[in-house]
């Protein structure tokens, strides 16, 4: 399953009479990522949603790959703030879960699991309950449980907002690498621009329920980018962007 190109066509999203997207178009090409940014209520959420299937536009169509997007496609994985984890599971099984319900052999779901928890960074907490470890360990495990799928889409919902910065620094970086890698078509929100940049290969900026402006990001994919000076060049453009777009 390659990653999937993703295609917004002028959809609008109405709750009741209010209008939260108006006449949204957007494209992401396959295995690229994307990372949206705008002030709070102006319809991040709401468009991750569409993406996925939970929300119906009201008019306009999402294409995933040229197909209308009708139901929850199956490889897509969405990932919000709050870990989303099974409690009563340890982070190896949470991680595995996915794989033991699509009946992977015992032997693949060990293997893949084991090359997930290295790759997140969570080996060595792998026998813990998700009480017995730390918030950013938890959003690792959460994202472990979708990656261990090789979903062609994942999206991604502020999934660093909660943590303090260090921990938060650590998973951007864990992130950069997983969209660098391309197996993934990648679509993050955030709040943060440093994120935005850090994660984005396409940086949207929306205002109340549209985009304001689309930027290709030059800097993405570079390393040791956050000690560039590009990069803080990069984080006072996006700035003025976001300004720009809020009202006076
Ligand atoms: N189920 C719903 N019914 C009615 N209105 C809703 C519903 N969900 C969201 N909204 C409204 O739609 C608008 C966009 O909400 P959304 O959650 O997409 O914003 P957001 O950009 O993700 O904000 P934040 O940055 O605070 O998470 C808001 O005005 C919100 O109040
Ligand atoms: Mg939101």
């Known amino acids: 399953m390659g990653a999937k190109a993703i295609q917004m066509q002028d959809v609008t999203i ?8 108006e006449n949204l178009s957007l494209e992401i090409a396959g295995g690229t990522s994307c990372s949206i940014i705008g002030p709070s209520g102006c319809g991040k959420t709401t468009l ?12 306009g169509t999402v294409f995933y790959d040229g197909l209308p997007l009708v139901r929850y496609p199956e490889d897509t994985a969405i990932i919000f703030q709050d870990y989303s984890l099974f409690p ?8 595995a879960l996915g794989l033991k319900m699509k009946k992977y052999p015992p032997k693949e779901q060990h293997d893949k699991t084991l090359h997930i928890l290295e790759r997140l ?23 472990g449980r979708s990656l261990a799928l ?27 690498e997983i969209a660098a890698s391309r197996e993934h078509t990648m679509i993050q929100v955030t709040h943060s621009i440093e994120e935005a940049i850090l ?26 980018l956050r000690t560039s000076p590009a990069f803080y060049e990069m984080c006072v453009r996006v700035r ?9």
Request: with cysteine; hydrophobic share 35%; glycine share 6%.
């Open 14 to 21: 109405k709750y009741e009479d209010k209008t939260v997207l």
């Open 150 to 176: 090789e979903p062609s889409v994942l999206l991604l919902d502020e999934v660093t907002a909660a943590l303090d910065a260090m921990t938060k620094e650590s998973l951007q970086d864990t992130l950069a």
């Open 88 to 95: 009563w599971k340890t982070v190896y099984e949470n991680v």
């Open 240 to 248: 003025q962007l976001l300004e720009e777009g809020q009202p006076q």
């Open 48 to 59: 991750l949603n569409t993406l996925a299937a939970f929300i119906k536009p009201t008019c």
């Open 121 to 143: 960074k969570i080996r060595d907490i792998q026998n813990r309950y998700p009480h017995q470890i730390s918030g950013g360990q938890k959003q690792r495990a959460a994202i």
């Open 199 to 224: 994660l984005g290969q396409k940086i949207v900026i929306m205002q109340t329920g549209r985009i304001a402006t689309e930027i290709e990001n030059p800097l993405f994919g570079q390393e040791n």
